[in-house]
């Protein structure tokens, strides 16, 4: 069935818009064209694999996962050029399900091609779904912009007894039509030739796309006249693997079981392996520090004051963070692995009916995963919510999301004060998990009322798939470089802060009281001690609010002590029911400065951005209040 829209129109006597009169000739040209390139836009459902194919195009790192509403901001990266030299720019644009919806990323791509519009479509469909993905490919193709269409995962179609007559779809359409797989890398070159083929045939004056031409409803009808003459599907598409595979994984109480055992699993697998990881990188950096950077600064004759702030600041504090690598590396490796296997989507049906109590759907928890990477490109993600409704509130719950940055932290401090049992980490870090959703779950309740939302959630459940090695390697490497590109300058500018604090005015002692550091300790000792909170602690906190990935070499920096000499240090000064307390803190409270933008820029509102600020303030002290007096109740506080 198809929706009725505003601005629509409904002809008896209909033709194919392409067919309609247009004018395609603008005055203006975009940078690109500038520069002689030309900007080939992707175009695409979500879950159609347009990122893979974007990467496959371009080497780019665009994330990859096989679960719908991925791309939330435009990528650009260069093709290959073609015979002629000409440059080809790629533009990634957000998945989108009708040229004329009204949720935030198709009102991103209605700008575009509005205000930008490109010299070329590439048109991705997913070959598994192609029956409901024809009909936004005939609203692109009314853009009367040069196009070609890959028929992705035919591999996939193939295996699920799905025929399409590509040759026949082309002369129907009056398109060149490819059959390509991204993710294991065929009938790209092809792509890129056809996608070249056209690129040398334009000349002159850019196109300007016929968006309100596109705005037309296509009759059903058409589309199924299509399908007919050049489809034919199976009577049943599920394969037996992955019928057998859902009959336990969305069942409601073996299901739910199982994903709580493969978080845990994953909580586990990042401790054994990462640990010993983890001592390695720091071994080595402290070797770098002892056999280079001080006898380099030793010839130089560096200044006291200079040659402590480089290495008992700076160096201390960047040094620190880098150990935990390995970690966000392997945490990174076991999130694709998540996600390219077909999982997620899954984990995200499974819950719809408890986030539904909430006032939110599925939607909400994939993106409540994603923030277990970081928390940004999920406020970023809530673009795919139309409801303005359940995005605000959705955007209230994830910086709840247990992030890598904060991960490291707890990875950290669970090895120094809950060492034994070898499970006893990892049953510690997957207690904040459980936490993180328990103040989810709180803040949900709370505010529903005040977000309302009735939109109805639609989920498209992909096969399962064997994930790519490559794509999960590379997934990664990605994410740890954008983890150091993101965060070097807070890091840097963080400890050298960090370090003139501790020893500011010149002769401070750490812990005499003399430092501003101390001072700033004492200032706010009387609200932060209830909670377990000292002096040291209290400072690492409020350089957490710049980024998580800080407080670690803040606690270095502020202690006077390599990564490597850290866990004994804090281990003497501080009890296993502070740890607990310090953990839930660093759980809940203010976001970092990234999120906090993300927000600003998601909501358009100062008023929520400060309601954000201000409640996971208050929730993460009221409840760390409960676990550190609660425990000194119970006897724990020794």
Known sequence: MTANHPGRRKDSHWQPPWRQGRNCHRSCRGQDRKSGALTVALLGMPNTGKSTLYNRLTGGNAQIANWPGLTVELLRGAMPADRSGRSYQLVDLPGIHDLSGSSEDEADVQRFLRHTPPDLLLVVLNATQIASQLRLLLQLKALAIP?????????EARQFGITIDTGGLAESLGLPVLAVS????????KLIGRVHRLGEGLGGEPREAALDQALVEIPQPWVEGLLARHVQLP????NRRTRLADRVL?????????????VLALFQLLFAVGAPAQDLMGNGIDWIQTAILEPVLAALNSPPFLRDLLVDGVWLGVGTVATFLPIIFLFYLVLAVVEDSGYLP????LMD?????????GRAFVLQVIGFGCNVPSILGTRVIRDRGMRLLSMLVIPFALCQARLTVFLFMAAVFF???WWAPGLVVFGFYVLSFVAVVITGL???????????????????RTPSLSTILRRGWTQTLNFLVTTRTFIVLGAAAIWLLTNLPLGAVQGSGASIADGIGRLFQPLLAPIGMNPALTVSLFFGVIAKEILLGAMAVIYKTSETDLAGVIDSLITPLQSLSFMTFVLLYTPCLGTVAAQLQESKSRTFALLSLSWSLLLAWLMALVVFQGGRLLGFGL
């Not at 070609?148 to 995962?153: I, K, Q």
């Not at 009577?235 to 599920?238: M, Q, T, W």
């Open 346 to 349: 899954r984990a995200a049906f």
């Open 419 to 421: 060492p034994k049992p």
């Open 353 to 361: 009916g408890f986030m539904r109590w909430i006032g939110l759907d």
């Open 235 to 238: 009577p049943r598409l599920i």
């Open 250 to 262: 969305l069942h409601p109480q073996p299901g739910l079981l199982l994903f709580l055992g493969i």
């Open 147 to 155: 196009t070609v269409v890959a028929l992705n995962m035919s591999d």
């Open 446 to 464: 709370l505010f529903k009322r005040a977000y309302p939302s009735h939109e109805a959630f639609v989920l498209e459940l992909p096969p399962y």
């Open 182 to 189: 991204a993710r294991r890398n065929q009938g790209i070159h």
